[in-house]
């Protein structure tokens, strides 16, 4: 069953109220997210992020793009979403994560591209201040670790004298 109040879209974690003006997002998150706080699920999720969708160095990119296929059909897009509770991939858009999900009650799956938290029992993203906060750091650290690579700086060094138009 969704929860009564508190989930929200994942853009953010934030909403827009009929004035257009932002609101903050709520104090509590998503009810069923209390099922996967459980004992090292903290640094559970930062492997998740740093391995899987953040990916900010080299080896993690390559690794990234081994081992995210669906589990199902082998697919490599279809908005790949990775089981918080064990090591699952499946498709988004073939419900080869939701078949899982259903199969082994595992209610929450992260998003491989963007990083947004979904819920099975809720049928929505949502927003869990904790996870946020998690997410934002380890995006940060990715950003840190792509920032002026040696391909980067070539690139850059292209596009601006227009060699790679």
Known sequence: LPCEAGHMAAAGGRGVDVGGSEMSPPAAGCCHVTGFKVENWKQNLRVIYQGFVWSGSAESRKRKAKSCICHMCGAHLNRLHSCLYCVFFGCFTKKHIH??????????????????????????YIYDKDMEQIAKEEQRKAWKLQAFTPTMISHYQCTMTGIGE
């Not at 078949?99 to 929505?124: P, S, T, V």
């Open 99 to 124: 078949e899982h999900a259903k199969a082994k009650r595992h209610n929450l799956a992260i998003d491989l591209l963007y990083g947004g938290i979904y819920c099975f029992m809720c049928q929505d």
